[in-house]
């Protein structure tokens, strides 16, 4: 086994805790792979398609990928984001820079035209700009962010991005008002960020902590309570994280369960996603059914998604 010096030592012992050896080793090997993690983007299909993505980057002499499961997503190998950043696509908000593992929450929501829509934790605005683009800018979608900086930050970006009729609200998601209610919702929650980390990097040592990890999950579990509290009866709720530890993700969603007895767990399910493809991502062990926990590796963040559903009101 390698020495905890190359990740925290706290993240090390809690990895301990929750895997086994070889699960740990595959973990371990996947922060290794991070630090030669390559570009991807999504095009913005409220601006732009796949098609007319692709010709820009081949015309700006950029090598690209499309992944099997979701042909908007482009993997740029080679390159820095700055190569992007002077591009007219990018400049005209045709397309996002973001992970392929957060691309994954937007699609396990499925949005439908139409719907109510809430988005919890909304800044920097990449799912929130996926989400209405999947709708195809037809849902009523609200974000709420608390900070008024990243409220800015959001607020330009659904600009930029031709995301139009978003409500933002400059609100702590944790006290929103019981009087909203929604059809769907997405709440991509703060967390330790365990998922996101490379071998050596010296600002994770710093930061992922005892007291991280519990101020983060005390806001995750006043988060869930409000978010089943506005779901609407038969509508649909997805929780995820950028983090690994099982005490961040499967123990919330269960935890949370035992106190809103009218909800359950639905098995995610992205459309187009064949797990046994080579693009694939790979997946950690999880001892709640139906949710998925992403391995990092050098293409995708360690992250996690579940999908919580709402019993219909009986008639």
């Known amino acids: 086994m390698p020495t905890t010096r190359d990740i925290p030592e706290f993240l090390a012992q809690r990895l301990d805790d929750a895997y086994d050896a070889d699960t740990v080793a595959r973990i371990r090997d996947g922060f290794r792979a991070a630090c030669d993690r390559p570009v991807t983007l999504r095009a913005n299909t409220l601006r732009a398609g796949a098609d007319e993505v692709a010709t820009a980057l081949s015309d700006a002499g950029i090598p690209w990928t499309h992944l099997s499961w979701y042909p908007d997503a482009f993997i740029l190998d080679g390159v820095r984001e700055r190569a992007v950043w002077d591009l007219e696509i990018y400049r005209a908000g045709k397309v996002y820079l973001q992970s392929l593992s957060s691309m994954m929450p937007p699609l396990a929501l499925a949005p439908r035209a139409g719907a109510d829509i ?6 920097p605005g990449g799912k929130t700009s996926q989400i209405m683009a999947l709708a195809g800018g037809q849902a009523h979608l609200t974000a709420c962010e608390m900070s008024r900086p990243r409220a800015e930050k959001l607020e330009y970006n659904l600009d930029k991005l031709g995301c139009v009729n ?3 609200m400059r609100v702590d998601a944790r006290r929103l008002d019981e009087f909203f209610s929604f059809d769907q919702i997405l709440l991509d929650a703060p967390c330790t960020g365990t998922g996101t980390i490379s071998t050596g990097d010296e600002r994770a040592e ?17 988060l869930l309570d409000r978010a089943l509290t506005v779901l609407k009866p038969g509508g649909t709720l997805i929780y995820s ?3 690994i530890l099982p005490e961040e993700n499967e123990r919330q969603v269960a935890a949370a369960l ?16 064949d797990r046994a493809a080579d693009d694939a991502p790979q997946t950690l062990p999880c001892a709640l059914d139906g949710a998925l926990t992403i391995c990092p590796t ?3 963040e360690g992250f996690f998604i579940a999908a919580i559903k709402k019993a219909a009101r009986k008639r």
Not at 118 to 123: I, S
Not at 258 to 272: L, N, Q, S, T, Y
Request: positive net charge; proline residues 4%; glycine residues 4%.
């Open 118 to 123: 809430l988005d919890m934790c909304a800044a």
């Open 166 to 168: 978003v409500q933002v």
């Open 206 to 222: 710093r930061r992922i902590s005892p007291e991280l990890l519990a101020k983060v999950a005390k806001s995750q579990r006043a």
């Open 241 to 243: 994280t950028c983090s």
């Open 258 to 273: 035992k106190r809103h007895r009218d909800c359950e767990v639905a098995p995610v399910a992205i459309g187009g996603l």
């Open 298 to 300: 050098r293409d995708y």
